[in-house]
C-alpha cells in the first residue's frame, strides 16, 4: 500500500510528506454535507470534472479564477478549492450532493459510517463480510480485507476473537512454566479465564 513513496524515496531520495487526503493527480477531499456526520468524497480526475463541478455548484464564475484554471493551480490552492466546495456542501443533503454530481459523471460519495457498513449490497456480493461464530456472543459478521490476492487465503478470519484467557495455557507453557506455575498463577488471580470481581 505505500509502494509509491518508498520507490520514491529508493529513485530520488526523496522523503513524500504527508498528504493526507490529497494526490499528486487529482484534486480530492471529503466534505461536510447538511446534515451533522454525513460526509461526501468527492474527487476531480481532470478539468472536466471541475466544470462540471463548478456548475452544478451554479458557480461558474470559478472557470475563471486563475487559482482553478488547471489541475496544477487546484492542487496549488488545495485550501481554497477546499474552502469553495465545503462552501456549497454545507447547504445540501449527501444524497443532494451525489445526485447532482453523479449525473454529471463527477465521482463522488457519501462517507461510509458504522451504521452504514452492514447495509452494503456490493459488498455482501463481493464477499467481503464474513460470518465467524463466537462462543460467547453468537455468530457475527465482520469485514474482511478491502482486497483479495491470489493465491492468498481463501478468508481472512481463521477464528472469532479469543475469550479471556483462551490462550493462557500455550503462552505460559511456551514461556517454559510447568503446570504447577500455571496453577499457583491462576491461584494468585494473575492469569485467568473470568473477569475478577464481575
Given at each position: ?58 458557480r461558474p464564475e470559478l ?35 451525489i445526485d447532482a454530481l ?97
Amino acid at each position: 500500500m505505500t509502494a509509491e513513496p518508498v520507490i520514491e524515496f529508493s529513485m530520488n531520495g526523496v522523503v513524500r510528506p504527508r498528504e493526507g487526503n490529497r494526490r499528486r493527480d487529482c484534486v480530492q477531499g471529503v466534505y461536510p454535507s447538511a446534515v451533522d456526520g454525513a460526509w461526501v468524497a468527492i474527487s476531480l480526475r481532470h478539468d472536466a470534472d471541475w466544470a462540471q463541478l463548478a456548475t452544478a455548484m451554479g458557480r461558474p464564475e470559478l472557470l475563471d479564477d486563475a487559482r482553478f484554471a488547471s489541475a496544477d493551480h487546484r492542487q496549488l490552492a488545495h485550501d481554497d478549492f477546499d474552502t469553495v466546495v465545503a462552501d456549497w456542501t454545507r447547504t445540501r443533503t449527501a444524497a443532494e450532493i451525489i445526485d447532482a454530481l453523479s449525473a454529471r459523471r463527477v465521482p463522488a460519495e457519501q462517507v461510509l459510517t458504522p451504521d452504514r457498513m452492514y447495509d452494503m449490497p456490493q459488498l455482501d456480493a463481493r464477499g467481503y463480510y464474513e460470518e465467524v461464530e463466537h462462543p460467547v456472543t453468537g455468530p457475527h459478521r465482520y469485514p474482511g480485507w478491502p482486497l483479495r490476492m491470489t493465491p492468498g487465503p481463501s478468508r481472512h478470519h481463521r477464528f472469532a476473537p479469543p475469550t479471556l484467557g483462551q490462550h493462557n495455557e500455550e503462552i505460559v507453557q511456551g514461556l517454559g512454566l510447568t503446570g504447577a506455575e500455571l496453577e499457583e498463577l491462576r491461584a494468585r488471580h494473575v492469569i485467568g479465564e473470568t473477569a475478577l470481581n464481575a
